[in-house]
């Protein structure tokens, strides 16, 4: 069989993979981008259903000071609206505008805990906090996306000022590592309240994260055309800089001795350098090392064992509804991105302990007590609602509304329904007591307008990008985590113990999500271009 020989192949085609090939392509580089979908973006992907536009994965960007300066770099037009959220919790629903809607996000907590006050005030505060050193870190274009050499108003005026800056904020940022949950436990007092601030990040996210997650809903934004839209516009550049893409194709086996890939229909492809942009987990089984130096082989199995024993993040449920109701209807509620919790009691061990519980004692677990269990969880539990329409009116049938509700749960526990027959039930139960959940509480007219749903859940996101445990962003964030987790530090995230292989996207760097995932991809790039 013919051989086919490339500079550099990269393997996953989601917004990592999508990077590196588009940089590498413009660098002159001879590339292939290997994907195994028929559709490129991975978990950056929109979909049609009946005229309805939705996204599969992320539902908003944050450009975090890296996705826009890569869009402007690659002389990308995309035109974009911003994403704006809204919180609610019960009745109390606040639509977020700008930096001052933290005031009223006090009040609405305050209002609904008002014997917690000192604590929700120390709880704002050291959000502030954050928000300060966020302006630090993502207040300037990155400068991985400008070209310095021809730039140097962007070095004296901005880049160099900055520097001292930024490395204050990360020494103040590294020392906020610690679980969210254990943090909050030192502030605020009522498990109550803690839920509400916490319960729809994953566990043990690291404080800093979701401290600054207020920022982060300032910064969401959308394309024109959906979120998939933006790998679509990827995957265009890519073939004008003359790269070649290979959807439909998953590769099976990697020979790091003869540097070559073999894919599921046993085609054979020579690489001088290698880019792994997807499952860490499937690279360290395939990947086989031939007469590779003993000291490469050693730490290669060191690595392995790290991986190997290593968890995915949670992984996430999504509900699809068609909805017979004009956008108008959810306009006047909130905005089309909204963290809605309909009550405020919280989880409290609902979705960790007695999750813990009733996984660990399956055996002995009936069908009824799983599903009395599901009741509890979602009628506590905080959804996350993307209403596309409301973002880029385009995305619906005039009249109609598209809605995404979706959380976060654990991979482990579908599993179990899959193996005990009970899947298909599980599933069902869970999209119907979403429905009368939501029309009990925020919007009252869904149940009696639904006209279709449908739903995604963990095993439906491990079967399409093959991501261990089904995961979203990568690595579980209980210690220890297999990755580089200092952001002074991904430089280095991208090697791996083989000298011409590199990994890019969630799995390279905790904790991920769009722009880490574009940043990895972009560093690798840039080492294999300095390379040569
Ligand atoms: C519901 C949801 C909400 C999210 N919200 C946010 C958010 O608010 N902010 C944020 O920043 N991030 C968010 N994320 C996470 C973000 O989408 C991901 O972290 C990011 O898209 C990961 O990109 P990636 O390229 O690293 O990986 P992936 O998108 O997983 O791409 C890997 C690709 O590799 C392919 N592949 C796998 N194995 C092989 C093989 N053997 N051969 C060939 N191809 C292979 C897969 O098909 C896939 O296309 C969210 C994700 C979801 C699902």
Request: glycine content about 6%.
């Amino acid at each position: 069989m013919e051989k086919f020989k490339y500079d550099t192949i990269i393997v996953g085609g989601g917004i990592a993979g999508l990077t590196s090939a588009v940089y590498l392509a413009r660098a002159g580089q001879k590339i292939l981008l290997v994907e195994k979908n028929e559709e490129f973006g991975g978990l950056v992907n929109s979909f049609k259903s009946d005229g309805f536009r939705f996204e599969a994965g992320v539902r908003a960007l944050e450009s975090a000071g890296i996705i826009l300066p890569m869009l402007k770099d690659l002389n990308i037009q995309l035109e974009t609206v911003r994403s704006k959220v809204s919180l609610g919790v019960e009745n109390k629903i606040l639509n977020i505008e700008d930096v001052n809607s933290i005031q009223e996000y006090r009040n609405m907590l305050v209002n609904l805990f008002p014997d917690d006050e000192i604590d929700v005030d120390k709880f704002i505060k050291s959000m502030r906090e954050i928000m300060k050193l966020l302006d630090v870190l993502y207040g300037i274009e990155n400068p991985l996306f400008k070209d310095l050499k021809k730039d140097y108003k962007y070095i004296f005026k901005t880049l160099l000022p900055w520097l001292p800056k930024f490395l204050i904020a990360i020494g103040k940022i590294n020392r906020l590592n610690m679980p969210f949950e254990k943090y909050l436990q030192g502030i605020i007092k009522n498990p109550s309240l803690r839920d509400i601030i916490s319960q729809h990040f994953f566990k043990a996210t690291p404080t800093f994260f979701a401290l600054s997650y207020f920022s982060l809903y300032l910064d969401y934004f959308y394309p024109k055309g959906g979120v998939g839209f933006i790998a679509d516009k990827l995957v265009e550049k890519i073939k004008e800089f003359n790269g070649e893409l290979l959807p439909n194709t998953i590769i099976i086996e990697i020979d790091a001795y003869k540097q070559i890939l073999v894919d599921n229909k046993k085609q054979i492809y020579e690489y001088k350098n290698l880019i792994w942009a997807a499952d860490l987990k499937t690279f360290y089984s395939i990947c086989k090392l031939g007469n590779l130096d003993s000291k490469i082989q050693a730490s290669f199995e060191h690595t392995r064992s790290q991986i190997m024993n290593s968890k995915g993040s949670e992984s996430v449920f999504s509900l699809y509804l068609q909805v017979g109701l004009p956008l108008s209807y959810f306009n006047s509620i909130a905005h089309g991105h909204f963290f809605y919790t309909p009550s405020m009691n919280g989880l409290g061990n609902i979705h960790r302990s007695e999750l813990n519980t009733l996984i660990n004692n399956w055996k002995n677990i009936d069908k009824n007590e799983v599903f009395s269990w599901l009741d509890r969880f979602l009628e506590n539990n905080t959804f996350e609602i993307s209403i596309p329409g409301l973002k880029d009116t385009s995305s619906v049938p005039d009249g109609k509304t598209g809605i995404i509700v979706s959380f976060i749960i654990e991979y482990e526990l579908f599993k179990k329904l899959e193996e005990a027959d009970w899947y298909n039930d599980f599933r069902k139960a869970v999209e119907d007591k979403i429905i009368s959940v939501l029309s009990e509480s925020v919007y009252k007219k869904l149940k009696d307008n639904v006209e279709k749903q449908f739903s995604l859940t963990p095993i439906s996101i491990k079967n399409r990008i093959n991501s261990t445990d089904g995961s979203i962003v990568g690595w579980s964030f209980e210690a220890p985590v297999p990755v580089i987790h200092k952001i002074q530090r991904s430089d280095k995230s991208v090697l791996t113990p083989i000298k011409n292989i590199f990994q890019v996207g969630q799995w390279a760097y905790s904790p991920s999500g769009v722009p880490m995932s574009i940043l990895t991809g972009k560093l690798a790039a840039d080492r294999i271009i300095r390379k040569k």
